[in-house]
T-cell receptor, first 115, second 113 residues
Framework: GENVEQHPSTLSVQEGDSAVIKCTYS??????FPWYKQELGKGPQLIID?????GEKKDQRIAVTLNKTAKHFSLHITETQPEDSAVYFC??????????????FGKGTKLSVIP | DGGITQSPKYLFRKEGQNVTLSCEQN?????MYWYRQDPGQGLRLIYY???????QKGDIAEGYSVSREKKESFPLTVTSAQKNPTAFYLC????????????FGQGTRLTVV
C-alpha cells in the first residue's frame, strides 16, 4: 500500500517569513495530492491540492509543487500570519480498485507562526 | 447548508461498554470514511464505504464496526474489543469514482475511563 512521509513534524517561523513542508510517497500510481489544515479541536480542511499532470499550483500565499520522478511534493506558505498556525497534513491518493480511491495521510506538521 | 456532521463532539464511556459515533452528510456523496487520530500519528483509516450496504476494512479495523443503511449516514461503533479506544475520531465523505476532495466533520473526542 501507499506510504506517506512528512517532514518536519514541528516548524516555527517568524511572522512574515516563509514556511515549507515536505512529503514523500511510495506508490507511483498515486495521482492526487491534497493538503489539509487542521485547527485545534476541529476537522481538517482542504487548503490546496495538485494532480500528477501538474508540477505546481498556487493560490494566493499558498503553493504546492510536485516532483513525480522523485515522488515528493511540498507545501509553501509565504508571508506567514499568526492565523496560519495549525497542523498541516499532506496526503496521497490513487485508485484502489472497484471504483474507489483511498487517501493515505502523512503524520502532520505543527506550524507555529510567532508574531 | 451542505456539510458533514458528527455527534457528539465529546463522549465519555466506561471501559467495557460499546459506544456508537454518529456521522451524517447532506453532500450527496457516495463514499464515506472513518479515521482515527492520535497525537503524532496522523489520520489512520478504520473503515470506508463506497455505496450503501457495502463497506470495507481500513488499516486499523479491529475492535470497530460500521453500517451503511442509508447514503447519508455512516455510524461507527467502538466495541469493548478495541484495546485503546480513547482518541479523536473523524468522519469524511467524497464523491465515488473520482479522485477529489474529501470533506471532514468536526470530529468526536472519545474518552474511555
Amino acid at each position: 500500500g501507499e506510504n506517506v512521509e512528512q517532514h518536519p513534524s514541528t516548524l516555527s517561523v517568524q511572522e512574515g517569513d516563509s514556511a515549507v513542508i515536505k512529503c514523500t510517497y511510495s506508490d507511483s500510481a498515486s495521482n492526487y495530492f491534497p493538503w489539509y489544515k487542521q485547527e485545534l479541536g476541529k476537522g481538517p480542511q482542504l487548503i490546496i491540492d495538485i494532480r500528477s499532470n501538474v508540477g505546481e499550483k498556487k493560490d494566493q500565499r499558498i503553493a504546492v509543487t510536485l516532483n513525480k520522478t522523485a515522488k515528493h511534493f511540498s507545501l509553501h506558505i509565504t508571508e506567514t500570519q499568526p492565523e496560519d498556525s495549525a497542523v498541516y497534513f499532506c496526503a496521497a491518493s490513487g485508485y484502489s480498485g472497484a471504483g474507489s480511491y483511498q487517501l493515505t495521510f502523512g503524520k502532520g506538521t505543527k506550524l507555529s507562526v510567532i508574531p | 447548508d451542505g456539510g458533514i456532521t458528527q455527534s457528539p463532539k465529546y463522549l465519555f464511556r466506561k471501559e467495557g461498554q460499546n459506544v456508537t459515533l454518529s456521522c451524517e452528510q447532506n453532500l450527496n456523496h457516495d463514499a464515506m470514511y472513518w479515521y482515527r487520530q492520535d497525537p503524532g500519528q496522523g489520520l489512520r483509516l478504520i473503515y470506508y464505504s463506497q455505496i450503501v450496504n457495502d463497506f470495507q476494512k481500513g488499516d486499523i479495523a479491529e475492535g470497530y464496526s460500521v453500517s451503511r443503511e442509508k447514503k447519508e449516514s455512516f455510524p461507527l461503533t467502538v466495541t469493548s474489543a478495541q484495546k485503546n479506544p480513547t482518541a479523536f475520531y473523524l468522519c469524511a465523505s467524497s464523491f465515488r469514482g473520482s479522485n477529489t476532495e474529501a470533506f471532514f466533520g468536526q470530529g468526536t473526542r472519545l474518552t474511555v475511563v
